[in-house]
Structures are given as C-alpha cells and as structure tokens.
C-alpha cells in the first residue's frame, strides 16, 4: 500500500483530482512509512548507509520545508558554530529526530576538528 503523507492512496492522485482540487499538497507528500520501507529494502541489499539516510529523511517528513532547509543550511561549512549545531541536535532530539540530532551532533565534533564552522 502506497499513500501520502495526508494517508490518501497514491492511487487516488490523478489529473482529474487534481483539476478537480481534491489533492493537497500532503496527499503527494512522501510518507514516512515508505522512506521506512525503502530503508528496510536498502539494508536487506547491502546499503546501510543508504539504509540510515532514509531512516532521517523519515524523520524530518513531519517538519516544515522551511525547517528542513534551515537544517540544510545549518550544515553548510561556514554556516554555524559547533555550539548552534549542538543546539540544533538538542531541538532535533526534542522533536523525536534522533538519528537527525546524532547527525548534528557528529557534524558539531568533525566541523570543529577541520576548521569549518562559522568564525
């Protein structure tokens, strides 16, 4: 079973229904369920990595597109100091983000160790 984020099938997403304004733009959202299965399929054929980046990507289908490009731009080299990238990892895991918060707090160690946060 295939839906969006609004829980409407996939299915249910056609030209019409559109036309028509039956669609929102949740009901093309992707689910956090499927980036969960993709990340099951992803471990099953050898691609943890691939595997870790879904499971994230899940976490963060329940934030504000905003949000996500301020976490985006955050990361960026240059962007912030190891302290706002902690204080975003405590946000993150606050919110239940925590394999996104880890990801924070991992940046926060390396950026400082190789020179790259905001001077």
Same mark, same amino acid.
């Given at each position: 079973?295939?839906?969006?984020?609004?829980?409407?099938?996939?299915?249910?997403?056609?030209?019409?229904?559109?036309?028509?304004?039956?669609?929102?733009?949740?009901?093309?959202?992707?689910? #956090?369920?499927?980036?969960?299965?993709?990340?099951?399929?992803?471990?099953?054929?050898?691609? #943890? !990595?691939?595997?870790?980046?879904?499971l994230?990507?899940a976490?963060l289908?329940?934030?504000?597109?905003?949000?996500?490009?301020?976490?985006?731009?955050?990361?960026? #080299?240059?962007?912030?100091?190891?302290?706002?990238?902690?204080?975003?990892?405590?946000?993150?895991?606050?919110?239940?983000?925590?394999?996104?918060?880890?990801?924070?707090? !991992?940046?926060?160690?390396?950026?400082?160790?190789?020179?790259?946060?905001?001077?």
């Amino acid at each position: 079973m295939s839906h969006g984020f609004s829980g409407k099938d996939v299915n249910e997403v056609t030209v019409d229904s559109i036309r028509r304004g039956d669609i929102t733009i949740d009901d093309v959202r992707i689910h #956090p369920d499927t980036l969960e299965h993709q990340a099951t399929v992803a471990e099953a054929n050898g691609n #943890p !990595q691939l595997a870790a980046n879904f499971l994230r990507a899940a976490e963060l289908t329940s934030m504000s597109d905003e949000d996500v490009l301020g976490l985006y731009e955050a990361l960026r #080299p240059g962007r912030s100091t190891a302290a706002e990238l902690t204080a975003i990892a405590d946000r993150l895991t606050a919110q239940s983000a925590t394999r996104n918060a880890e990801l924070f707090t !991992q940046a926060a160690a390396a950026y400082e160790r190789r020179g790259l946060t905001k001077k």
